[in-house]
Protein backbone atom coordinates (compact mmCIF):
# COMPACT_ATOMS: atom_id res chain seq x y z
CA UNK A 1 0.00 0.00 0.00
CA UNK A 2 0.87 3.50 -0.38
CA UNK A 3 2.03 5.45 2.81
CA UNK A 4 -0.24 8.39 3.22
CA UNK A 5 2.26 10.29 5.81
CA UNK A 6 1.19 14.18 4.71
CA UNK A 7 -2.56 16.23 5.16
CA UNK A 8 -4.53 18.30 3.18
CA UNK A 9 -7.05 20.08 3.95
CA UNK A 10 -9.67 20.66 1.38
CA UNK A 11 -12.54 23.76 1.24
CA UNK A 12 -15.53 23.65 -0.41
CA UNK A 13 -16.43 26.38 -2.74
CA UNK A 14 -19.91 28.17 -1.74
CA UNK A 15 -21.70 31.20 -2.63
CA UNK A 16 -20.10 33.72 -5.22
CA UNK A 17 -19.37 37.04 -3.64
CA UNK A 18 -20.01 40.68 -5.55
CA UNK A 19 -16.87 39.99 -7.80
CA UNK A 20 -17.69 36.38 -8.90
CA UNK A 21 -15.37 34.61 -6.53
CA UNK A 22 -16.39 31.98 -4.31
CA UNK A 23 -16.36 31.76 -0.41
CA UNK A 24 -14.89 28.62 1.10
CA UNK A 25 -16.07 26.84 3.81
CA UNK A 26 -14.48 24.89 6.72
CA UNK A 27 -11.61 22.90 5.99
CA UNK A 28 -11.79 18.84 5.56
CA UNK A 29 -8.51 17.24 6.35
CA UNK A 30 -7.41 13.83 4.95
CA UNK A 31 -4.27 11.63 5.14
CA UNK A 32 -2.81 11.80 1.96
CA UNK A 33 0.96 11.44 -0.55
CA UNK A 34 1.99 14.38 -2.39
CA UNK A 35 4.12 14.61 -4.92
CA UNK A 36 5.53 18.05 -5.89
CA UNK A 37 6.68 18.26 -9.71
CA UNK A 38 5.98 20.52 -12.35
CA UNK A 39 4.15 18.72 -15.41
CA UNK A 40 2.18 19.46 -18.41
CA UNK A 41 -1.39 18.66 -17.71
CA UNK A 42 -4.76 18.63 -20.13
CA UNK A 43 -7.80 20.74 -18.04
CA UNK A 44 -11.11 19.13 -18.24
CA UNK A 45 -12.08 21.82 -20.79
CA UNK A 46 -8.86 20.20 -23.54
CA UNK A 47 -6.30 23.09 -22.93
CA UNK A 48 -2.79 22.59 -21.48
CA UNK A 49 -1.66 23.75 -17.60
CA UNK A 50 1.54 23.42 -15.82
CA UNK A 51 0.52 21.06 -12.76
CA UNK A 52 2.98 21.68 -9.25
CA UNK A 53 1.52 18.94 -7.07
CA UNK A 54 -0.47 15.40 -7.62
CA UNK A 55 -2.49 14.78 -4.43
CA UNK A 56 -3.22 11.29 -3.81
CA UNK A 57 -6.11 10.74 -0.85
CA UNK A 58 -7.75 6.97 -0.06
CA UNK A 59 -10.89 5.97 -1.03
CA UNK A 60 -13.73 8.43 -2.88
CA UNK A 61 -13.29 12.30 -1.90
CA UNK A 62 -16.01 14.90 -2.44
CA UNK A 63 -13.80 17.31 -3.86
CA UNK A 64 -14.85 18.93 -7.62
CA UNK A 65 -12.42 21.91 -9.69
CA UNK A 66 -13.79 25.23 -7.84
CA UNK A 67 -12.77 23.94 -4.57
CA UNK A 68 -9.75 25.38 -2.30
CA UNK A 69 -6.84 22.82 -1.48
CA UNK A 70 -4.52 23.19 1.36
CA UNK A 71 -1.20 21.76 2.54
CA UNK A 72 2.09 22.39 4.02
CA UNK A 73 5.50 20.94 3.02
CA UNK A 74 8.96 19.68 5.15
CA UNK A 75 9.73 23.17 5.76
CA UNK A 76 6.83 24.82 6.77
CA UNK A 77 5.76 26.76 2.96
CA UNK A 78 2.42 26.60 2.92
CA UNK A 79 0.26 26.33 -0.76
CA UNK A 80 -3.67 27.26 -1.16
CA UNK A 81 -4.53 26.20 -4.79
CA UNK A 82 -7.22 24.93 -7.12
CA UNK A 83 -7.46 21.47 -8.74
CA UNK A 84 -6.43 20.78 -12.45
CA UNK A 85 -7.50 17.81 -13.06
CA UNK A 86 -9.45 15.37 -11.11
CA UNK A 87 -9.71 11.64 -11.06
CA UNK A 88 -11.00 8.32 -9.46
CA UNK A 89 -8.67 4.88 -9.06
CA UNK A 90 -10.53 2.10 -8.99
CA UNK A 91 -9.78 -1.77 -8.44
CA UNK A 92 -10.55 -4.26 -10.83
CA UNK A 93 -14.56 -4.40 -9.18
CA UNK A 94 -15.32 -1.31 -9.33
CA UNK A 95 -14.27 0.08 -5.54
CA UNK A 96 -12.70 3.51 -5.48
CA UNK A 97 -9.02 2.91 -4.07
CA UNK A 98 -7.84 6.95 -4.33
CA UNK A 99 -9.23 10.13 -5.40
CA UNK A 100 -6.15 11.70 -7.24
CA UNK A 101 -6.49 15.84 -7.78
CA UNK A 102 -3.71 17.17 -9.38
CA UNK A 103 -3.42 21.22 -8.83
CA UNK A 104 -1.54 23.88 -10.89
Do not use: H
Request: net charge neutral.
Amino acid sequence: MIPMKQTVAIRKAGELDIWGKPSFGEPTVYPCRIDASNKRVQQSNGQEATSCATILIKGLVPVSLSDQIEWSDEIDQTYSKTPVTIAIIRDFSGKPLFTQVVVR
